[in-house]
């Protein structure tokens, strides 16, 4: 283990679990990450390797049969992941948030119901805002929610659901216009729905369809789909915290703790980068002498080591804020812009000391090359997050008078 991304202040537990996740990203999964990325292949073992750490129930309370572990220890088990792979951070992160989710704002009964089966990972989240037209939009969602009787239809279309295959909850965000006379504001008649579903592809249950894997140019292994919703029929008691209305807030609260994940995956996968960057630079020679004592690979290598550290502060920042009980979307959002931004960057520098090699799949520096743009636009894309970090500096500096 190297000097950078080092964090102060640890418990000794907290230690405890980061090097028992070190040490099986470094046995179980960079191994086999970059074969089973090129098969575009679920990785069943793995998964079932993080069951058995408890990893699922990290951040889910002790009384619920989880680890009850805080935003930090969450984070910096994703960057350990991500290191590994990415993919596998993502399987872990759309359980995460809805667990979050169902802690933060689930009634007592939906906590009783998921949150034990959640820990163990016998049940599996996903969730769902995005649709095919919308993007970062999410005020112009169209996916609707009609009551009928004890329970709500829906019916409408959502994109890029991470899990969306092997999930067997699914949190969906739709527009529900009971008790919201006509010209309330969009976000304030969005309701969050949790579906129950088989795991698989096809119709999973009557009037729900996960069509199949989207096929995309890197984060693979896990699972990308679109959900399409045509008459299905949700009970009352499965709207989140048993009120209508109130699923985009409860949508944003999970993106934020999201949107720290992503600056922790981000801070991984550009801590694997230099590693494998500083590696080779010490490996190949050219000019009867190894790269890494020329000074232009040298002042890569600073810079690279530089963006993983700064990036790797902001994030720690973001997530001891969000555990404070303090707002944080001002610091995720810086976090989650710099660190994908940065991750992009030292990727591509150790690309670029890998020379032609780098473009050979048999070297995991090209797997990484095509991870890193996933970073630049999941959880909002960098220009969303400098809009909300903006319009959060013009808050907290607002002239007087």
Not at 43 to 64: A, C, D, N, Q, S
Not at 115 to 125: N, Q
Not at 184 to 210: N, R
Not at 358 to 368: A, D, H, N, T
Request: proline content about 3%.
């Amino acid at each position: 283990m190297g000097r950078l991304a080092q964090t102060d202040g640890l418990t000794d537990i907290q230690r405890e679990i980061l090097s028992t996740v070190r040490e099986f990203v470094d046995k179980e999964i960079l191994p086999v990450a970059t074969e089973l990325e090129h098969r575009d292949e679920y990785p069943t073992r793995i998964v079932e390797g993080l069951k058995e750490l408890g990893l699922f129930g990290l951040m889910i309370p002790e009384e619920y049969g989880g680890l009850g572990e805080s935003l930090l220890t969450y984070a910096l088990c994703v960057e350990e992941i991500a290191r590994g792979w990415m993919s596998v951070s993502g399987i872990v992160n759309t359980h995460f948030i809805v667990a979050y989710m169902l802690k933060q704002h689930g009634t007592q009964e939906q906590k009783d119901h998921f949150l034990p089966r959640m820990a163990t990972g016998e049940v599996r989240g996903a969730f769902s805002m995005s649709e095919p037209g919308l993007g970062s939009d999410v005020s112009a969602i169209t996916s609707k929610g009609v009551r009928d009787g004890e329970d709500y239809v829906l019916n409408g279309q959502k994109m890029w659901l991470t899990n969306g295959g092997s999930s067997t909850l699914v949190a969906v965000l739709c527009r529900t216009d009971e008790g919201h006379p006509e010209g309330t504001a969009p976000h304030k008649s969005m309701t969050t729905f949790l579906i129950e579903k088989e795991p698989g592809f096809g119709q999973v249950k009557p009037g729900l369809t996960i069509p199949g894997k989207i096929d995309k140019m890197g984060y693979k292994g896990v699972d990308t789909t679109e959900l399409i919703m045509d008459g299905l029929r949700v009970p009352g008691n499965r709207v989140l915290g048993g009120v209508t209305g109130r699923g985009f807030y409860q949508m944003m609260d999970g993106v934020e703790v999201g949107r720290v994940n992503v600056a922790a995956r981000g801070c991984g996968v550009a801590q694997r980068a230099f590693e494998l960057g500083v590696s080779y630079a010490q490996q190949r020679h050219t000019f009867g002498k190894p790269i890494a004592q020329h000074q232009a690979i040298q002042f890569k290598l600073a810079e690279m080591g530089t963006k993983v550290e700064a990036a790797h502060a902001m994030m720690v920042n973001a997530a001891r804020k969000k555990d404070s009980g303090q707002r944080n979307d001002l610091e995720a959002g810086m976090a989650k812009y710099l660190a994908s931004e940065y991750c992009k960057e030292v990727v591509e520098d150790a690309f670029r000391i890998h020379g032609g090699y780098g473009f050979s799949k048999e070297y995991e520096i090209e797997r990484l090359y095509r991870e890193a743009p996933m970073l630049l636009i999941g959880e909002g894309t960098a220009e969303i997050q400098k809009m909300i970090i903006g319009r959060r500096l013009l808050e907290e500096y607002r002239l007087q008078g």
